[in-house]
């Protein structure tokens, strides 16, 4: 149309008056991209702060607090706030919401091997939640899949063992650690019977 065409020359009246030239017309959608990339590492940024804010609420024992801004720090970690979001409802006695998003961390595909200490927690607390041993053994399989396991993963395993009236699996695991919880090495030895080594563990923890 008539109208069209006058508006495209008068958009093109105003970048030749501001002094662009056809190459650096060319080039502001790259300018705009890499400003999206700026924007998008700021974004990330922030949201760690506030996800460490978040962390620091839940240990203040400000659950609701902390839940909403692990709602918020979902869209960019998404398994770790979905964890600490169950984790704050857990604390809350509010069991169906913590059921409901252990559940979403426990239902997303390949999550044990994406972020693993985070989906060997979302099988504990489901079991703390049901008492259902199946997420215990769910745990302890993936577990043992893992290719490395950090310190809490590996006390999260012991726990699922210790559960399962599995001792010695929690004992070998233990006796690897040399800052090993004597006291408990101790208490799983008297369960399985072994009241020598009890007695030994029992002088380390004094």
């Known amino acids: 149309s008539i109208g069209y065409v006058f508006a495209f020359r008068r958009r093109l009246l105003i970048f030749s008056t501001l002094g662009f030239t056809a190459s650096e017309f060319k080039s502001q959608p790259e300018i705009l991209f890499d400003y999206s990339k ?27 607090q902390a839940i909403e801004i692990f709602k918020q720090t979902a869209k960019y970690y998404q398994l770790p706030s979905y964890l600490n979001i ?3 409802y ?12 252990f ?4 239902t997303t595909k390949d999550a044990q091997f994406s972020d693993i200490y985070v989906f ?9 939640i049901t008492k259902d041993e199946i997420y215990l053994e769910k745990l302890a399989k993936a ?3 893992a290719k490395k396991l950090d310190q809490q993963s590996l ?10 009236g599995e001792y010695k699996n929690a004992v070998d695991i233990l006796s690897q650690d ?29």
């Open 120 to 128: 060997l927690s979302s099988c504990f607390y489901l079991y703390k």
């Open 103 to 106: 559940e979403k961390i426990y």
């Open 143 to 145: 577990a043992r899949v």
């Open 38 to 64: 700026i924007k998008s590492s700021y974004e990330t940024t922030n949201a760690q702060s506030q996800f460490n804010k978040g962390v620091v609420l839940l240990g203040q024992k400000k659950y609701n």
């Open 155 to 164: 006390l999260l395993l012991v726990d699922a063992y210790i559960s399962l």
């Open 90 to 101: 857990f604390k809350l006695n509010s069991t169906t919401n913590a059921k409901l998003y």
């Open 178 to 206: 040399p800052n090993a919880d004597n006291f408990k090495m101790a208490i799983l030895s008297l369960q399985m019977n072994d009241y020598s080594k009890a007695g030994y563990y029992l002088k380390k923890a004094q």
């Open 86 to 88: 169950g984790i704050s």
